[in-house]
């Protein structure tokens, strides 16, 4: 067996960018599995931005922060290369949390590990179109915002791995869509290949502005980011609308509390329900969520955009690249 490089936490990352200062690529000779262990030899990874606060100290998370010295942890895709565990044997297709590594090791109930379809033409919708980005959207739009036929839902970082799959499921739903992103072309993006019915490029318009022409106001918004994102949309929510948020990149980047919006009020003067969720809260109810993203993948109303890169040696790039949003869509790196 060849040797593993992976990827190690070194120190807190102190914001958004040159994470070379605080990771390290090393190289091991792979250690005999324990009882139970899986070895993955991995062929994607997922680049998420939850995983940017198991970087940083915070203990208020839904996982413990990572160790310092430790293998730096996420979604990986692979095949299983050898195995102390019957219900996961060689050559079967998984995916779960490992390590940023070539060959990731995983006790399979911690990881939620799990077989995936083979019959995929494209096994990194996986990561996609039914992947944990796809069941956030799924279950952030139609459970905890509840979105209703003929209502406007908006969606914040809505170029990005989930929230533009929020945009479709919402769009399936009968939701008129509002996405919110930063620029020119990923408006135009959502626009022409998404089919939203208004882009917001909060870089170059008033957010608070635009989301004012909603007639009736905003019924639904799914937020990625908070911040002044947020402010601005609680103004122009309708009344007894429902915010759901699943992430915060606007506070990412610094290990201090973030503070809280400076619309508050609005969430009393309007009625609004707000409410915070994580996809691990919904890990079980994998099964469940697959049948009617499988159909909307097959019937061409679930795109994915991804965002490729190649070679373990450039994760950080490709980390940052979606991290400091220039990418559109999903981005993964493909091992070789």
């Known amino acids: 067996m060849t040797g593993n490089r992976f990827w190690r936490l070194d120190r807190h990352p102190e914001g958004n960018t040159d994470f070379a200062r605080f990771l390290s690529l090393c190289e091991e000779a792979p250690l005999p599995l324990r009882p139970g262990e899986v070895r993955i030899a991995v062929e994607w990874l997922s680049m998420d931005a939850g995983t940017r606060m198991w970087m940083s100290p915070r203990t208020d998370g839904y996982q413990p922060p990572l160790p310092l010295g430790s293998r730096m942890v996420g979604l990986v895709l692979g095949r299983v290369s050898e195995t102390r565990d019957p219900a996961f044997p060689v050559g079967t297709l998984v995916r779960g949390f490992g390590q940023w590594a070539e060959q990731a090791v995983v006790l399979p109930a911690l990881a939620g590990l799990e077989a995936v379809d083979e019959t995929l033409s494209d096994p990194r919708q996986h990561f996609g179109a039914l992947?944990?980005?796809?069941?956030?959207?799924?279950?952030?739009?139609?459970?905890?915002?509840?979105?209703?036929?003929?209502?406007?839902?908006?969606?914040?970082?809505?170029?990005?791995?989930?929230?533009?799959?929020?945009?479709?499921?919402?769009?399936?739903?009968?939701?008129?869509?509002?996405?919110?992103?930063?620029?020119?072309?990923?408006?135009?993006?959502?626009?022409?290949?998404?089919?939203?019915?208004?882009?917001?490029?909060?870089?170059?318009?008033?957010?608070?502005?635009?989301?004012?022409?909603?007639?009736?106001?905003?019924?639904?918004?799914?937020?990625?980011?908070?911040?002044?994102?947020l402010d601005a949309v609680l103004p122009n929510m309708a009344h007894y609308g429902r915010v759901a948020i699943c992430g915060m990149v606007a506070g990412y980047d610094s290990d201090a509390p973030m503070p809280g919006p400076t619309r508050f009020d609005q969430i009393l003067m309007r009625r609004l329900r707000v409410e915070g969720f994580f996809i691990p809260d919904f890990l079980e109810r994998g099964a469940e969520f697959l049948p009617q993203l499988r159909a909307w993948l097959d019937e061409g109303k679930l795109m994915v955009r991804f965002d490729e890169t190649r070679g373990i040696e450039n994760v950080l790039a490709a980390y940052e690249r979606m991290l400091t949003g220039r990418n559109i869509g999903k981005v993964v790196v493909r091992l070789d």
Do not use: H
Request: with cysteine; charged share 20%.
């Open 131 to 229: 992947g944990m980005n796809a069941w956030t959207a799924y279950v952030g739009v139609k459970e905890v915002a509840a979105v209703k036929p003929g209502e406007w839902l908006a969606v914040s970082a809505a170029a990005g791995a989930t929230g533009s799959l929020a945009c479709q499921v919402g769009r399936n739903l009968g939701a008129k869509v509002v996405g919110i992103a930063g620029g020119a072309e990923k408006c135009r993006w959502l626009r022409e290949e998404l089919g939203v019915d208004m882009a917001i490029d909060y870089r170059g318009e008033n957010v608070e502005a635009r989301l004012a022409m909603c007639e009736g106001g905003i019924g639904a918004f799914f937020d990625n980011v908070g911040g002044p994102i």
